[in-house]
């Protein structure tokens, strides 16, 4: 199942799989704009990520929320996926409707149209991830590669996605590192 939602991936990403060079995709640059995360590596300081309401992790999962109750993971399991504004409403139908940001989140629900949150964390388009490889097949934590997020009013990005990072943590897992479990053997 992971084969065959694999090949589809790699069929939706068109530069890629259509290079005949293998690897050749990787001259190609990002298509999407720069996390609007990226910590300041100069100084070490998380830059939190503006997001369009005041959303807290902290506020929520201390009322006994589960990370998947919200980020469920769903197929194909690329993505560990956004919650719908239903499961919100659930509660802010009734909890804060005084609030005009819980004004504003009604507003997005009953329109039907999703709240426009910022991504914290993204790898390019070349890069093979899937969460459900990590959380379900490997038993990796949420927190391993997140943070303690938990513990955040605000995220940022607080570990690193880079190659180098994936590596060291496959190196010390005895996960493989050939270069075509990540990328498009084209
Ligand atoms: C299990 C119930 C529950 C669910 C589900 C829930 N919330 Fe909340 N939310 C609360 C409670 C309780 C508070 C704290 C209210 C207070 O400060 O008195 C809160 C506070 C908030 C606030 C701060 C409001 C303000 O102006 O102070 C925002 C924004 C918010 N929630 C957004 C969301 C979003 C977005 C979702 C869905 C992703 C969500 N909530 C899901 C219970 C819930
Ligand atoms: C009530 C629903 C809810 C629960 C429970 C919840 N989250 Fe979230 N999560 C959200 C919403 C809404 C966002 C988008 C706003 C933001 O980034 O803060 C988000 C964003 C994130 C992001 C950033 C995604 C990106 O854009 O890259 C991570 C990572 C994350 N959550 C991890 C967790 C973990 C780990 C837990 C459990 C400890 C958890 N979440 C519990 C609703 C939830
Ligand atoms: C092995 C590392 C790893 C683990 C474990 C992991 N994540 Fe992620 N997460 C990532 C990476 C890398 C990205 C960026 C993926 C991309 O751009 O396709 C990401 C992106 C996200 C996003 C935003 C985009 C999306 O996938 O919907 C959310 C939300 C998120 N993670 C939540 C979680 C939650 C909740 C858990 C635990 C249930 C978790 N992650 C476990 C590495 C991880
Ligand atoms: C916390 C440690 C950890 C981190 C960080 C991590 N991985 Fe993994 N990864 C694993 C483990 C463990 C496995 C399972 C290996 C196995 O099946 O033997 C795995 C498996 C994989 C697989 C194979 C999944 C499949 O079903 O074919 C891919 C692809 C992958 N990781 C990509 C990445 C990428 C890309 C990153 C960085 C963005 C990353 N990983 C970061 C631990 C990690
Ligand atoms: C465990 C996953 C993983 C493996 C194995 C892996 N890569 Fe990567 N690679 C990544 C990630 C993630 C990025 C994106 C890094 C970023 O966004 O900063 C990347 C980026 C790249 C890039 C783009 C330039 C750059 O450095 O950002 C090239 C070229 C590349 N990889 C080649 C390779 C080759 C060649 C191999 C085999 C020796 C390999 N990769 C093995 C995850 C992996």
Known sequence: ???????????????????????????????????????????????????????????????????RDCHAIGDPGFLAGYPAEATCMACHSVIKTDSPHIQELARFSSEGSPVPWKRVYRVPDFVWFSHASHVVDASVECETCHGPVAEREVLFQEKPTTMAACMACHALNNAPNDCDLCHDPG
Do not use: I, N
């Not at 799989?17 to 050749?24: C, G, K, Q, R, T």
């Not at 995360?37 to 999962?61: F, I, N, R, W």
């Open 1 to 67: 199942m992971q084969e065959r939602s694999r090949v589809r991936l790699w069929l939706g990403r068109a530069g890629c799989a259509l290079a005949a060079v293998p690897l050749a995709c990787f001259a190609v640059p990002p298509a999407y704009p720069q996390s609007a995360s990226s910590p300041d590596v100069a100084s070490g300081q998380p830059v939190p990520v503006e997001q369009p309401l005041p959303y807290s992790h902290k506020t929520h999962v201390a009322l006994g929320l589960q990370c």
